[in-house]
């Protein structure tokens, strides 16, 4: 007999993990930062401490994460979804076939499932369609080609890239470096940063030549220059208050309502789902906000608002990406990465300083 639980979220499939709900299996997967390995929620083995826990509702997600099946509850094999089923047969499909130029009937005819259905469902599970699946994992496996000491020419053709040219095309946008620069785990790869005080308190600012990389708030100038090398282990760090003077300006004036609408050049790493979803934000006018179903729906996956969520909770540019405009049904605040009150006072400000027309920067 399956548990009743009332809890809901995240909060709800801990509390099936820690119950060991074995019907519950083939629903979603759970992994462990600390070992790096993933689990059914039955898994029989020691629970770990709630911190180091992550969801995914598919394995195939889990693995793309960079986490590895638990070889005790094997939570690759069969759950009782059906239709869960079939969308893990199209990953490993896709999986096996990345050199191959793959439509949907193919996909299709291979799993027992119209072009159609299998575009729905996938979006559906994984929040992304079967061809965003492909591309993310072709560009996975050349980040893993790359890491081995193969060099960037053999690794565009292992990965299935018909030439040099489309990967340096979306390596700007997937690796937030060039492929040289990921071969080395980003050594020599400059970052300029500065630290100064807001209104919402500290705020650090990070950039590469492209654009922001990191813009958030903090309590701690050490904290944040940790978070900072955290995201950015092995680059250049370096202090720079005047090269970063202008963004800094720009930013400030957009907090003291000053400038309304921020227009940003912006470098950060992003698989394509959080891409799809960023770019949505920026489209949330000043003094509006939305809710993480809403916005689910605006990116065509309206069954995918925890997916969402969870994208909304990884920006790493506050403000340039709005994600304080994403607020839960009824209105509650929900979660933000810089701090709930920061989110509230972003949101009081907007909404008394909304204008019939907003000016661009």
């Given amino acids: 007999m399956s548990t009743r639980i009332k809890a809901h979220g995240t909060d709800r499939k801990w509390a099936l993990v820690l119950a060991r709900d074995r019907s519950r299996d083939g629903q979603f997967v759970y992994a462990v930062t600390s070992t790096g390995i993933y689990c059914r929620p039955s898994?029989?083995?020691?629970k770990p401490a709630r911190r180091f826990v992550r969801?995914?509702?598919?394995?195939?997600?889990?693995?793309?994460?960079?986490?590895?099946?638990?070889?005790?509850?094997?939570p690759d094999t069969q759950g009782p979804d059906p239709d869960i089923d079939r969308i893990r047969q199209a990953c490993e499909f896709i999986d096996g076939h990345l050199d191959d130029r793959l439509t949907l009937d193919a996909i299709g005819k291979e799993i027992g499932l119209?072009?159609?259905?299998?575009?729905?469902?996938?979006k559906r599970h994984m929040g992304i369609s079967p061809r965003q699946y492909r591309d993310a994992r072709r560009m996975e496996q050349?980040?893993?080609?790359?890491?081995?000491?193969?060099?960037?020419t053999e690794s565009i053709y292992e990965a299935g890239y018909g030439s040099s040219s489309r990967l340096y095309e979306r390596a700007g946008r997937e690796l937030g470096m060039t492929p040289a620069a990921y071969k080395n785990?980003?050594?020599g790869h400059r970052i300029d940063f500065t630290i100064v005080e807001s209104e919402l308190g500290l705020m650090?600012?990070?950039?590469?030549?492209?654009?922001?990389?990191?813009?958030?708030?903090?309590?701690?100038r050490a904290d944040l220059e940790k978070a900072l090398r955290d995201e950015f282990r092995a680059a250049d760090l370096v202090p720079n208050d005047k090269l970063l003077s202008t963004y800094v300006d720009t930013v400030l004036s957009h907090l003291d309502g000053r400038i309304l609408d921020l227009d940003l050049p912006l470098d950060v790493k992003a698989t394509a789902f959080q891409r799809k979803v960023w770019e949505e934000l920026r489209r949330i006018r000043?003094?509006?906000?939305?809710?993480?179903?809403?916005?689910?729906?605006?990116?065509?996956?309206?069954r995918s608002a925890r997916a969402v969520a969870r994208a909304c909770a990884t920006n790493p540019?506050?403000?340039a990406v709005p994600c304080h405009r994403v607020v839960r049904k009824g209105r509650e605040l929900g979660g933000y990465r810089w701090g709930v009150e920061r989110k509230q006072k972003l949101l009081d400000k907007e909404a008394n300083h909304r204008p019939a027309r907003s000016n661009r920067t």
């Fill in 43 to 46: 898994c029989p083995s020691r």
């Fill in 55 to 74: 969801f995914f509702d598919l394995p195939a997600e889990a693995r793309g994460a960079g986490f590895r099946p638990c070889r005790r509850c094997k």
């Fill in 114 to 122: 119209s072009a159609f259905h299998l575009q729905r469902s996938f």
């Fill in 142 to 152: 050349f980040k893993q080609t790359l890491k081995r000491g193969s060099n960037v």
């Fill in 185 to 187: 785990n980003g050594t």
């Fill in 204 to 220: 650090l600012l990070a950039a590469t030549k492209r654009g922001i990389c990191m813009l958030g708030f903090g309590n701690n």
């Fill in 286 to 302: 000043y003094g509006e906000s939305i809710s993480y179903s809403e916005l689910a729906a605006r990116v065509d996956s309206p």
């Fill in 317 to 319: 540019v506050a403000i």
